[in-house]
């Protein structure tokens, strides 16, 4: 039986002064404005591509490559961006991946090491964020519950993409905040069903 831990069950909320250290350089152009579309199943094959080159840029140091964020949930409308969560042992010495990322044409757009450890990085296309973890890092797993949950709970997704829409269409100036609420019900929902499936288990 699997017991989720604190640094999994609540979501991580840095302080004004870490947020606006985080920022390497100027933000993509593609970052606004929020256009939300329809769900795309050529969002799945950009990944794999993704995927495939990170193995050929990366090889022995990857742990594992994850398709997660709203392009990953099957009939969810999204950003066209393409989320992906880069899990390797460490992110601390970023001279092992940050300088062969670029050289396939990333750049480094957030540090942010108190949050554990994570690095992002956007391709030349701003439509590829690459979410860099280390292993044992909590979001990650917190990312893939929310993906599995919204491919099989139809309801939710549907609460989740109206609420993309309305909130792109009323508060373009924080979506990424605004949508806190929603999501933070859904992991209600989820947690309290993993309690539910888990008998004794105390989550």
């Given at each position: 039986m699997t017991?989720?831990?604190?640094?999994v069950?609540?979501?991580?909320?840095?302080?004004?002064?870490?947020?606006?250290?985080?920022?390497?350089?100027?933000?993509?152009?593609?970052?606004?404005?929020?256009?939300?579309?329809?769900y795309?199943?050529?969002?799945v094959?950009r990944?794999?591509a993704?995927?495939?080159?990170?193995?050929d840029?990366?090889a022995?140091?990857?742990?594992?490559?994850e398709h997660?964020?709203?392009?990953?949930?099957?009939?969810l409308a999204?950003?066209?961006?393409?989320?992906?969560?880069?899990?390797?042992?460490?992110t601390?010495?970023?001279?092992r991946?940050v300088?062969?990322?670029?050289?396939?044409?990333?750049?480094?757009?957030?540090?942010?090491?108190?949050w554990?450890g994570?690095?992002?990085l956007?391709?030349?296309a701003?439509d590829i964020?690459?979410?860099?973890?280390p292993?044992?890092?909590p979001?990650?797993?917190?990312?893939?519950?929310?993906?599995?949950?919204?491919?099989?709970?139809?309801?939710?997704?549907?609460l989740?993409?109206s609420t993309k829409?309305?909130?792109?269409?009323?508060?373009?100036?924080?979506?990424t905040?605004?949508?806190s609420?929603?999501?933070d019900?859904?992991y209600?929902?989820?947690f309290a069903?993993a309690?539910e499936?888990?008998?004794?288990v105390?989550?």
């Open positions: 017991e989720y831990p604190q640094d069950m609540q979501r991580f909320q840095g302080t004004p002064e870490q947020m606006a250290a985080a920022l390497v350089r100027e933000p993509p152009t593609g970052w606004k404005p929020i256009a939300i579309e329809n795309d199943p050529a969002w094959d990944f794999a993704v995927s495939a080159s990170l193995h840029v990366l022995g140091l990857i742990i594992a490559v997660v964020g709203s392009t990953s949930v099957p009939g999204a950003k066209p961006i393409i989320d992906v969560d880069l899990l390797i042992a460490d601390a010495d970023e001279s991946y300088p062969a990322l670029e050289r396939h044409g990333y750049w480094l757009v957030l540090r942010e090491p108190w554990h994570h690095r992002m956007v391709d030349a701003e964020h690459l979410h860099v973890w292993q044992g890092a979001e990650p797993v917190r990312h893939r519950l929310l993906r599995d949950w919204l491919r099989s709970h139809p309801e939710d997704r549907e989740y993409a829409r309305r909130l792109a269409r009323d508060r373009p100036g924080d979506y905040f605004a949508k609420d929603v999501i019900d859904i209600t929902r989820i069903a309690a499936h888990r008998p004794g105390t989550l």
